[in-house]
């Protein structure tokens, strides 16, 4: 018998990580605060594994259908992934936007970096809004394939490992640094967390500002080629 014990283990091991933030205790006690509409980036990273566990169900197109905000944008790469697990979640201080960065793998065992912005809806659940993924170049060597499990061992897959912030409540932000030309931008409706994309011929580029206790800060930065190898 295979057990396959996602969610618990994510969100477990996602508040750990919180648990190792170094901004204000405003922003800790938000992260693990049980009420609705607070600000828990673990809810992303079950939202995560959701989405994962659908795929495996119906098949990742319609996973993705069905987890989409009514105006979601599928960027450059954003179909590539057949499996994938979060590593870091950024949420905004009120817990309505999130950004989630990770590692993904093809059906062919090709693996790269995935990143994904969320909103979450009217009964509380999170849509994702953008995602944009890459491959390495180059791959990695390729992991040696695990054996079969005897009859009767226990196989536990995909444990997740995540860290998560989310962004200082306290103080209002104060203006946000200009983004690079060609840009598009998003913020959360409270202006503590921005996201930022562009894919042309140059290449394509994601990139997350929080709001801290020290200022604005580039939380998550991904410069890719613009074309990938098929």
């Not at 960027?75 to 950024?90: C, D, F, N, Y």
């Not at 894919?199 to 394509?204: H, I, L, Q, V, W």
């Amino acid at each position: 018998m295979i057990a396959r014990a996602l969610s618990i283990v994510a969100v477990a091991a996602l508040l750990a990580g919180c648990a190792e933030q170094r901004f204000s205790r405003d922003a800790y006690a938000r992260a693990l605060y049980s009420a609705p509409g607070a600000a828990q980036p673990s809810r992303i990273v079950a939202r995560e594994i959701e989405k994962l566990q659908r795929a495996r169900e119906v098949g990742r197109s319609s996973a993705l259908s069905s987890f989409a905000s009514s105006d979601a944008t599928l960027l450059p790469g954003g179909e590539l992934a057949a499996s994938w697990t979060p590593k870091l979640v950024w949420m905004s201080c009120d817990g309505r936007f999130a950004v989630s960065d990770g590692r993904f793998e093809t059906a062919d065992g090709r693996v790269g970096e995935y990143v994904t912005s969320w909103r979450r809806n009217l009964s509380g659940d999170y849509d994702w809004l953008q995602t944009m993924a890459a491959l390495d170049d180059p791959q990695p060597p390729k992991r040696p394939e695990q054996p079969a499990p005897q009859p009767g061992e226990i196989v536990v897959d995909g444990l997740v490992s995540a860290d998560g912030r989310v962004a200082h409540c306290k103080t209002p932000p104060a203006a946000l640094p200009p983004a690079a030309d060609g840009m598009t931008e998003m913020r959360s409706r409270d202006r503590t967390l921005a996201w930022r994309w562009t894919a042309d011929g140059a290449g394509r580029n994601f990139e997350v500002m929080a709001w801290t206790a020290d200022g604005w800060a580039k939380v998550m930065d991904h410069s890719w080629p613009a074309q990938e190898q098929e």
